[in-house]
């Protein structure tokens, strides 16, 4: 898809190249595979290349193979690899090309981006869906359909025709979501909702391991601790890359959360009230319905939309930092529900 | 169900009273009166009594006509007002009744029937099932048809024929199984697999509900916000009192909690390495598989038959230290898987 150039929200985003097939990657290759869209993909490990050609998916021999005339490039590796697997595509992909990612830290990405000097051409993505599985065989074209993803652009200096086309593809072809937002915003608030919960619950699963009773604690565990714990099966490897990358949000996050078991512990041992503490949170309590996976903008509130024009992207922005999401890019403009 | 007497498996218990019919007594006077027992409710408030005979149940208008000609009386009402209704009983039910409870502590029960001179017949029970709701109108059939039961008694001084009634309805209309445990041993494991998962959940949603990005964070929350909170949408109140009635064993599993993430804050703030950390449970996490509700006996290894003779009940008490659960009483004795 080039920047300018309308598409209506269900026609495929041109050439799109997936680099690395793991559970996202993999995932988003096939959905826009089932989608009828132009997908290509590349993976460093030869049998996952093999599983993905098996499954019916365009498979590239090389990254250069790969992005040669890629509309988009989705940069799906593990931010370890990130900076040689960018440094690849700045030497291969079209400088049309638009480059983004899956990543659940978007800050780290952004510099390993920009080091490869991709940095104007980069606009952050992260789907907000997965399993506690991993790998291109637990991936499903499931997995993304319909999910809300994070988009994540610079407050001033954003190419407003490449965060289009990643919006794009996003609510076109994948039908989902997305909250457009700074890598700040998005790395504070992850923290908040999935990497901290990502060590809450392995400090659950933990203290239950080593304990005397473990074997009757796991032969009663319902689901609380199944439920509490779910996230704790998750690749550990993964897990600590996620966990450590966003390291800058996490530690106050979890710092915070000892001051608060530490004043519960108190309140238990005095017998003081817990109720400010179990009731602190009754607003959201009452007020939030969890969204369940794939449900996309549904319950939503009707929405408005901002015209193509103009410095529009601030203006999504702010609306994205109320809650606001966007729906669909068309003719009219971007749709926010 | 008199003491003694041999039941088959599916023979409902005799006459069983269910004083409290909020989400688990009616849930399971629902269950009992699905299975064509002999069971009949009762509930302190009148608009509670006028649903329960309302979906079909048969309903006393006081404690004393419950419990009358009852063989167990089960108390499902709140540990707050547990003395007093556990004093009714003592007046108002035949000697041969077996008391036995749903709450989720069982210590601190024990000792309030106890004290209403009760303590002779007492056999605790706790359903390992619920959800986020609360009160006769959540409660269903279901909620109970199968569950994982944990069913305490003191090491040495217990009545055999009692801990006998209470694994026959567990196990036979109930069609659950049953871990024999002592008070400490289950109040020290459910401090682990669900007071302190409800702790950590509540934090989890009262860190977001109280954050400058709490608008984007509930707007990208996902999978593991969604189950790591799941259980702080329970009833505020209902958690409250039971983490704070285990607060003996719930205290100290959140103090190791708190030098548990610590010490991640710590190596998180150093770039010192959390792959211990995240790597601590991996035998449990290979080995384990989440049991799913109402899943029973499923999968467990091939049993044993202890012979209803003798000390029976401390070599069922050993057996389940170690993981076992009572899964049938009949003829031969306890069955074991």
Aim: one cysteine or more.
């Amino acid at each position: 898809m080039t920047p300018g150039v309308p598409a209506g929200a269900e026609v495929p985003a041109g050439r799109v190249a997936v680099l690395g097939l793991g559970l996202v990657g993999g995932s988003l290759a096939r959905l826009l595979h089932a989608r009828a869209a132009d997908v290509v993909g590349y993976d460093a490990d030869r049998a996952t290349r093999a599983a993905a050609a098996a499954a019916g998916l365009r498979v590239a021999d090389d990254v250069a193979g790969a992005v040669a005339e890629a509309d988009v490039v989705v940069l799906a590796v593990p931010l370890r690899v990130m900076g040689a697997v960018a440094a690849e595509v700045a030497a291969a992909a079209p400088s049309g090309a638009t480059v983004t990612d899956v990543g659940s830290v978007k800050g780290p990405v952004r510099q390993a981006v920009a080091a490869a000097g991709l940095g104007e051409r980069y606009v952050g993505a992260h789907p907000m869906a997965g399993t506690e599985h991993s790998g291109f065989g637990a991936s499903s074209a499931d997995l993304l359909d319909g999910a809300p993803w994070a988009v994540t652009v610079e407050a001033p200096g954003t190419d407003p025709g490449r965060l289009a086309a990643v919006l794009r593809l996003v609510t076109g072809p994948l039908r989902g979501t997305a909250a457009v937002l700074t890598d700040e915003l998005h790395d504070e608030a992850t923290a908040l909702i999935s990497h901290v919960p990502h060590v809450l619950a392995t400090q659950l699963l933990n203290a239950v391991a080593g304990a005397p009773v473990r074997d009757v604690a796991l032969g009663l565990a319902a689901g609380s601790f199944r439920d509490g714990t779910r996230v704790a099966f998750t690749d550990p490897v993964r897990t600590e890359a996620m966990v450590t990358e966003n390291a800058a949000w996490v530690a106050p996050a979890l710092r915070k959360a000892v001051r608060d078991l530490e004043a519960v512990v108190a309140a238990l041992e005095t017998n003081a009230s817990l109720t400010g503490f179990f009731h602190e949170a009754d607003e959201v309590r009452t007020r939030w319905v969890p969204r369940r996976a794939g449900a996309g903008a549904a319950g939503r509130p009707a929405g408005t939309v901002v015209p193509l024009a103009g410095d529009w992207p601030v203006a999504v922005l702010e609306r994205c930092a109320a809650g606001a999401v966007v729906t669909r890019v068309d003719a009219d403009g971007v749709h926010l529900g």
